[in-house]
């Protein structure tokens, strides 16, 4: 086989990869290799574990809505009603003995929520800190 140089026209015997003649390459170059992607283990658990469980998020919920109902009942729930304006009720609102006990079970249910909430974050933390840690083994 002759290979002709592209530049010169010479003809080169193949065994030759520059012209005899000028001294232009005869072989054409490879396109460069796409470069290698190093890919990281993605096996490999992170260092630290940044997702809450879900428990975790159910108690924050937890507390949550239990410390939203405290202060929505203690503060904001208003237990009286209209009433006529009178010698002896000259504001002309009176507290109401049904929505002052729908305020008590209001706040006693956002503690216990807001309790049940903590309990569960403490135990979901101290049993995630009994498991063996992910990362350790080889
Ligand atoms: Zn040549």
Redesign the pocket.
Known sequence: MIRK?P??G?PNPDTLDR?F??G?ELVAKPPPAPPIRVRTNPQRQPAFQTELSPLTTFAAVLILIGVGAIFYYAFLFDVTVPVEVSEFIPTGRVNNIGLMNERLIGIICGFGSTFIGIILAIVDAVSAGLKPRRDSSP
């Open positions: 140089c530049k010169c010479y012209c003649q000028c232009a």
